[in-house]
């Protein structure tokens, strides 16, 4: 039996924790150019006695940055943290969604049977809607808030979940037929809660706590269906008056599977890692909540389950706004970056993708110029000697002539970006390389700039 000496597992111990900051510094190595000064300056805007933000960005299922900017509640004076408790409106969809998933896992719901079977309730249209189209928004069904708001009814507690079903069965009609084309409703997402309590026995927030919110560890997650319910951190949502910000958030509103969702920056990232590593009890989780919608005729569209695939300066990102009653929220991913960015806002006039899209700007700076790169240089006009200059900055490509002030360049599609009213493509020649600029003004046509040395 060896017999080592006090200062080996001390040298084993200094090991361990030199080994631990490496890895830890290796991971976020690719963005160490970003500063903290650099993401205070987007939201600098923001102090104690205004609104504002809580921010998270996570890089392969780590928070590597989370911060509040603005105040949580101004009676108080109560900032915005990490661990203020929004409610992220549309963001909620997707957890919804996750529960109709279960359900059909559990063998308790077809998604293509008739929805009337599971709430006998419903009017019996043309054609039957099922519990895939109300995922996918191409029910046909109209939107319970525009009905909500044509008849002078409020969504708060004193209008029952069975008078808000009861609403939407009386809509005799449809939008469309049933599957044939996307339109987003927010009475099908409502519909969830009450198809999964009819199902299951346990309301929304029961269901969701029990096969998502608990495995996953998200303990400061919950669909608010208890307007009595005790919330710490519970952040307040605010809107523009005369008088300056006024309070607007009804916290007697206990409708949800649409909207409802209580949450944090923090537990977001345990959220976002699931699309990782899957704690639920949802099997191929990834998968059954990326698939896409399709419609009846065998088209595609970009909706899926409770999130949105897209693509940002030609990156594929999946995610969703929100946005109800001065709660403004974002939450996009990048695929194969495997970066994503979440901001949670409380105040009905603020851009909260605007800012993700800011942030997301400095982190894949590094990936942004490698992919424009191939534009810029210098471009002539062979007949008028014209020349224009696309310049790329931090990411970011500008578009400069002369010593007029240069203007950026917003991605529209392969080739293609955007600027003011001007149209601006790139062409390539038979190598693949861009060899010329053309731009298209309210007043011409194309332009056609060839590119030089």
Request: glycine letters at 8%; one cysteine or more.
């Amino acid at each position: 039996m060896i017999i080592y000496s006090w200062r080996y597992y001390l040298l084993l111990t200094v090991l361990s924790v030199f080994c631990f900051f490496q890895n830890t510094s290796a991971l976020q190595a690719p963005y160490s150019h970003v500063k903290t000064a650099d993401v205070d300056n987007i939201f600098s805007s923001f102090g104690p006695n205004t609104p504002g933000c809580a921010v998270g960005v996570i890089s392969d299922g780590d928070l590597i940055f989370a911060k509040g900017y603005g105040a949580a509640n101004l009676d108080h004076g109560i900032p915005i943290r990490p661990q203020s408790r929004f409610m992220v409106a549309s963001i909620s969809k997707q957890f919804s969604a996750a529960a109709l998933l279960m359900l059909e896992q559990e063998g308790d719901l077809d998604l293509d049977e008739d929805l009337r079977k599971y709430i006998p309730g419903l009017p019996v249209y043309d054609h039957a809607i099922t519990a895939r189209q109300v995922m996918h928004h191409t029910s046909g069904l109209r939107d319970m808030f525009s009905l909500l708001a044509l008849g002078d009814i409020g969504l708060d507690n004193t209008t029952t979940v069975d008078q808000a079903t009861a609403m939407i069965s009386r809509q005799q009609g449809l939008n469309f037929r049933p599957g044939s084309r996307y339109l987003y409703s927010n009475s099908g997402y409502f519909l969830i809660s009450v198809l999964v309590e009819n199902i299951s026995g346990m309301s929304l927030r029961e269901y969701t706590d029990k096969h998502f919110f608990k495995p996953i560890g998200m303990t400061s997650t919950h669909f608010h269906d208890d307007t009595g319910m005790i919330v710490p951190d519970r952040v307040i949502s605010y809107r523009p008056t005369n008088n300056g910000p006024g309070q607007f958030y009804r916290t007697n509103a206990d409708k949800v599977g649409a909207r409802g969702l209580f949450t944090t920056i923090e537990d977001m990232a345990l959220w976002d890692y699931n699309f990782i590593d899957n704690k639920t009890n949802l099997e191929n989780f990834t998968k059954r909540m990326t698939e896409l919608g399709v419609t009846i005729y065998g088209s595609t569209f970009n909706y899926a389950s409770g999130l949105r695939i897209n693509r940002y300066k030609s990156l594929k990102t999946v995610g969703h706004d929100g946005n109800y009653m001065g709660f403004r929220s974002s939450y996009k991913r990048f695929l194969k970056q495997r970066l994503s960015v979440v901001t949670l806002c409380n105040m009905s006039n603020i851009n909260p993708a605007d800012y993700a899209r800011q942030v997301a700007d400095l982190y894949l700076q590094k990936v942004f110029n490698d992919q424009f790169n191939i534009y810029a240089g210098n471009y002539r006009n062979g007949p008028s000697g014209t020349r224009q200059v696309i310049v790329l900055e931090n990411g970011n490509l500008y578009l400069k002539e002369g010593l007029n002030d240069k203007k950026r360049l917003t991605w529209q599609g392969d080739d293609q970006f955007r600027t003011g009213q001007w149209n601006v493509r790139f062409r390539r020649n038979d190598q693949n390389e861009i060899n010329h600029l053309l731009i298209k003004t309210p007043g011409t046509g194309d332009i056609t700039f060839k590119k030089v040395e």
